[in-house]
């Protein structure tokens, strides 16, 4: 009898050690659990997993990267990520057989990337690839817009999400086809109008007709309109002053939900970019001194200035009410005015005089005050009227400070 409780103590013992994982798609090895009856039986963990192509991989002496881009297994999954190789990774085909890193990125194969639960809060999100498994099939993606709705199926115009090229493609629902809402809820078909944007996976057999056709299996749904897409969507309305790699930094006012007025915005082949008329823009649109209107989500770095992903960029016109300069003491400014020698030069005929409201936003550098002294280096983002006087006054909008040397007090 006391060998019995012995035993029963031990399970007990290992079941109560057990610590359930985040629920996907793939079992991962099983662990052993008491079922109650006095011996052990296997559970399944499972997972989190994308589903797509790799996108990017960086080799280096910080180790090995990559990064998939597709749809996450299940609805909390990450639809992209960047993933460490170690070696411990299995890379393995549909039948469990090794392939090399290095054939499925040249062949451009999908795989399903599985990672354990422990990931950033960054994005997209980082993580460890437990297992690379190797589709037997390929498919493409699509960010696009619904222009027409099918008996059966959707016409889709917009982007492909891994060339980048614009396209239009017929989409029929293939009979098992899991379609979403934008919080991951699953939906009817009839539920999709014309002008709602989608995100669409398909293939591999695409027709040669124009425009193409093919069979999706997943599909993205938002079912929001435009306008209460951005009536709720946090936001800054402002203009870029610097473009660097894939981010862009916008300076302006928040939006009416929210935002804020300094923002650095990562940009990629997801966010859509368009004019105020709604016409579809590459990431070519986005440069320096563009007025623009972006939006981005509630996920936002507490650092200073604020970075966070940029859903949509509205891009409206050149900003060319633009000058840099220097601060200068002068006997001219009043109150709330500053004297600009801009081009820092000798002449004073394209100088200005601006005036410092309550809106004018000023861009301190790193660990400086927001008051504008004399022998501050500024760019200025000025308002379009300016007085025809010598020197012209004009009020300014965004002043930002790239160097504050040898500064005294402003007259």
Do not use: C, W
């Not at 820092?344 to 200005?352: L, Y």
């Amino acid at each position: 009898m006391t060998r019995i409780k012995k035993v029963l103590a031990t399970t007990s013992f290992l079941a109560m050690s057990i610590i359930p994982m985040t629920a996907s798609a793939q079992n991962i090895p099983s662990d052993l659990i008491h079922n109650g009856q006095g011996f052990t039986v296997n559970q399944v963990k499972a997972a989190p997993g994308t589903v797509g192509q790799i996108t990017n991989f960086v080799n280096d002496k910080t180790g090995k990267f990559i990064t998939v881009t597709g749809h996450g297994l299940a609805t909390t999954d990450q639809s992209e990520i960047i993933l460490s190789i170690t070696k411990s990774t299995k890379i393995i085909d549909s039948k469990g057989k090794k392939v090399s890193l290095k054939k499925i990125i040249d062949d451009k194969k999908v795989v399903k990337a599985f990672y354990g639960p422990n990931i950033t809060k960054s994005l997209p999100a980082r993580g460890k690839a437990l297992k690379l498994v190797v589709q037997d099939e390929k498919f493409t993606g699509i960010n696009g817009t619904v222009s027409e709705v099918t008996g059966s199926g959707i016409v889709v115009k917009g982007t492909d999400i891994y060339n980048s090229n614009k396209e239009t493609i017929v989409l029929n629902f293939a009979d098992k086809a899991q379609i979403l809402n934008q919080d991951g809820k699953a939906i009817k078909a009839s539920a999709i109008q014309p002008g709602m944007s989608v995100k669409a996976f398909y293939g591999p057999a695409v027709t040669m007709s124009i425009p193409a056709q093919s069979t999706t299996n997943y599909v993205v749904v938002n079912l929001a309109t435009e306008e209460t897409v951005q009536e709720n969507a946090l936001g800054t309305n402002g203009i870029i002053t610097n473009v660097t790699d894939n981010k862009i930094t916008v300076i302006g006012n928040p939006m009416e939900k929210g935002g804020v007025n300094y923002v650095i915005l990562s940009v990629d082949k997801n966010t859509q970019i368009v004019d105020q008329k709604g016409t579809s823009l590459t990431l070519d649109a986005l440069k320096a001194d563009v007025r623009v209107d972006a939006y981005y989500g509630e996920m936002i770095t507490m650092i200073y200035p604020a970075q966070t992903y940029a859903n949509k960029i509205v891009v409206k016109a050149i900003e060319n009410n633009k000058v840099e300069g220097t601060i200068v003491a002068s006997d001219r400014t009043t109150k709330d005015q500053v004297y600009v020698n801009v081009g820092s030069d000798q002449s004073i005929n394209n100088d200005v005089i601006l005036n410092i409201s309550k809106d004018t936003k000023v861009i301190p550098v790193l660990g400086g005050g927001t008051e504008l002294k004399a022998g501050m280096k500024i760019v200025v983002y000025h308002s379009p009227v300016m007085t025809k006087s010598l020197p012209g006054i004009t009020n300014a909008e965004i002043v930002i400070v790239t160097s504050d040397g040898n500064t005294v007090a402003s007259k």
